[in-house]
């Protein structure tokens, strides 16, 4: 893959948790490696979302074969950087609220269990002996036993610098013009070559991909979150990752107007994120404080007790959203050399280091774990 000239192999543009687990990845397999983002390593999406790491909000597919390889990595990676993922094995409970989404669970379920997922339906009153905060009307809840949460900037920051100990470049404040034949071009007009680009920079990814010759219908999926304070930090305040079942019709919406639905955890300092809101609005960061009360409101519904706790800050990240809601991993042929690795809107935790290895295997010349296909980039060559 070297052009003999000392370039490098490698240039993997973006530093969130698919470009840092990428990079690391290839670095291991012994490829020459150059990390580079306009900002600092983990500096956009990868740390603005609640690091959850699920297979119980997906259904049968490709996403949930490929979720299911990404949760289990999370054995390997629990101990990366002395366990700088930070890894809480909680566990997830989609809540139903409403009759209507709590009819349509057992068969979901049932898919969940065919495709190798361990979980269980909960009736009403076994919700509340699990979580007896969930005093709010419920007809029922899957509960998933396997999911987690961790860290995800802090994982992306520990697989950086295990990707630099293994010899790879990390640049920095480096901006990307273009992709250009085999290499980069950076907005001060320094050029990098190398045998292969792996384009992993989220919702920023379409310009450069475009610019190249890559059709990409890739788009800022906006959403917010919340930090409610309790009197007392309570790590067990919640056991489980809390999530209303409309939240699976809400992602898959391609709706352009917001989406609300619920997710309520609690943090590793023992207070509470809520969630969450979806809208295609471009890159729009500024903060909706009706919003953030409506998402409140609604999640009191589920958990009553959070309409008296203190909101205390509420922040905007944007996902990388594409329209089948199946992330693009793989060469793109209109582009040759170039490599897509994004699109993985709400679930790049789960996803990304999976994604990483994927890539990695299929750059030098291994089979990947999953076929490829389903996610090929140039799927929206001819959409």
Known sequence: MSDGGGAPDVVVVGAGIVGCATAWELARRGAAVTLVDRGEVSGGTTGLGEGNVLVSDKDAGPELELALLGRALYDELEDIGDGAARVRRKGALIVHPDAETWALEPARAA???????????VDGADVRALEPNLTGPLHGALRVGGDLQCDPRGLARALAREAEALGARVRTGADVARVQGNGIVLHDGERIDAGAVVLAAGPWSRSLAEDAGVALPLEPRKGQLTRLRLPQPDETWLRHKVVDGSYLSSVASAGTGVEVSTVVETTADGHLIVGSSRERVGFDASVDDALAERMVARAARIVPG?????????????????????????????APGLWLATGHEGAGVVLGPITGRLIADALTGATPALDLAPFSPDRFATA
């Open 111 to 121: 898919r969940l269990r065919a495709a190798g997922v361990a979980c269980e339906l």
């Open 306 to 334: 959070v309409s008296g706790l203190t909101r205390d800050a509420t922040w905007v990240g944007f996902r990388p959203w594409l329209p089948d809601h199946l992330p693009a991993i793989g060469p793109a042929s209109a």
